[in-house]
């Protein structure tokens, strides 16, 4: 498997050859949903007039959505570089919080990515939490999505399986890890998701996926049982699953990790769609560059399918969008991010993170497009366009700056409780 550089992004794990962002992923980008819905397969596929149309019968949030309901279910996501720092990771959480988003983060932990230099990559997930950086930003945010991966299959082993019989011991081990991992978690006060990251990328070969459900299911259980052992210990936590996809059913060119693994997994508690089909596509023709309407209309038609596909499964239909994002440098204004947010909530979603706290120097798509600039911070801490447009989401410029320096402030001015800041 060929590795990027952690100071490239965060797909160290994860991909087997250079990473595509999921709305750039396909030789044919005109593979998005929204506006090109003639490509889903029946029973899902509905013109662009009918999808528009859940603009009318769907209520639509307020335009100023309550500022507390912004800051608990809309988060940032802290991955890949990140600036110079003696910790790098709280500097980050301060940032981010300097922008009004206090309540929730996702972040990511384990063997590899590592936001300090010189960090012990080799812990398990259930020691790795007790270090001060992570320690420190998982006590400061009520709601935390984990993006987990464990030391027992540390590096990618479950990738490696012949066969489900023949790794048993290893997802036994993987099961352990989750474990403990959930049952310290269960031990804080907070809500925690303990999530995959993109189930098609993470393992690429469908024909196999039977080997990664197995190795989820692992994970899933280990959760279950770590923070049942929590409650009847009456400890504060509310620990939660999710399995993160980037393909929704009825998408035709790629297989669905929701149809082909999600709703086979049991006990799960998030679903995690990692939205990149639903942004549209910066870099193609005209009809592929969603405005805001269409942008509405696209996740209001992406929430609806999954969660009634979940539904009609028996699985839950509760619903997380794990990553979105958009290039400050194409979107410098934050309407379409509105747009978005408002279609979400509204739609039911319960958080959403955006990719991400920096911007991400020398990044490029599998076009040669560059694709830095996703941050609300510059790698050197100070706020980019997108980053003061999400300042207006959240109500307007907060005290505090985003600069690292300082106290994080809430958008009231009030310090934000940063543990040991």
């Not at 009318?56 to 991955?79: D, M, R, T």
């Not at 999954?306 to 958009?326: K, M, W």
């Not at 706290?357 to 497009?369: I, K, L, N, T, W």
Request: aromatic fraction near 14%.
């Amino acid at each position: 498997m060929q590795r990027i550089k952690q100071i490239r992004l965060r797909r160290a794990l994860l991909e087997p050859s250079k990473r595509d962002r999921g709305h750039i992923a396909f030789s044919d980008p005109g593979r998005t949903y929204g506006k090109v819905f003639g490509r889903l397969r029946a029973p899902v596929r509905i013109p662009l007039a009918a999808a528009l149309s859940f603009l009318l019968f769907v209520p639509s949030c307020a335009v100023g959505q309550e500022l507390s309901q912004l800051q608990q279910k809309v988060g940032i996501y802290i991955w890949g570089q990140l600036p110079s720092d003696q910790e790098p990771l709280i500097r980050a959480a301060r940032d981010v919080q300097a922008l009004g988003a206090t309540g929730a983060v996702r972040i990511a932990i384990g063997p590899y990515w590592d936001p300090m230099p010189a960090g012990d990559s080799n812990s398990p997930l259930y020691e790795k939490i007790h270090r001060h950086d992570y320690w420190t930003v998982i006590n400061s945010f009520s709601v935390v999505m984990i993006t987990a991966y464990d030391m027992a299959s540390f590096p990618t082993k479950y990738r490696d399986c012949p066969s489900v019989e023949a790794c048993r011991d290893l997802f036994s081990a993987v099961h352990r890890e989750f474990f403990a991992f959930a049952f310290n978690l269960s031990k804080l006060s907070g809500t925690f998701v303990i999530s995959n990251w993109e189930a098609e990328n993470d393992f690429p070969e469908a024909d196999r996926w039977n080997i990664y459900r197995a190795y989820l299911q692992a994970r899933i259980d280990g959760i279950r049982a770590g923070r049942e052992l929590g409650k009847k210990l009456h400890y504060p936590a509310k620990v939660f699953s999710a399995f993160e996809f980037v393909i929704i059913n009825g998408f035709n060119g790629r297989p669905s990790g929701l149809e082909r693994i999600g709703i086979k997994l049991k006990g799960i508690d998030f679903l995690s769609y990692s939205a990149w089909h639903s942004m549209g596509y910066e870099f193609g023709p005209e009809e592929w560059k969603f405005k805001e309407k269409e942008m509405e209309a696209s996740f209001r038609f992406a929430i609806w399918t999954i969660r009634e596909y979940a539904r009609q499964n028996h699985i839950s239909d509760r619903l997380i969008i794990g990553e979105f994002g958009e290039l400050w440098d194409i979107h410098p204004e934050p309407a379409r991010l509105e747009a978005l947010i408002e279609a979400c909530l509204a739609g039911g979603v319960e958080y959403l993170f955006n990719w991400t706290a920096y911007d991400q120097p020398g990044e490029e798509d599998s076009f040669g497009h560059d694709v830095s600039h996703y941050g609300k911070f510059y790698i050197d801490g100070g706020l980019t366009p997108q980053g003061t447009a999400f300042e207006r989401v959240f109500g307007g410029p907060p005290s505090g700056g985003g600069d690292g320096q300082g106290p994080a402030r809430n958008i009231e001015g009030k310090p934000v409780n940063v543990v040991g800041h």
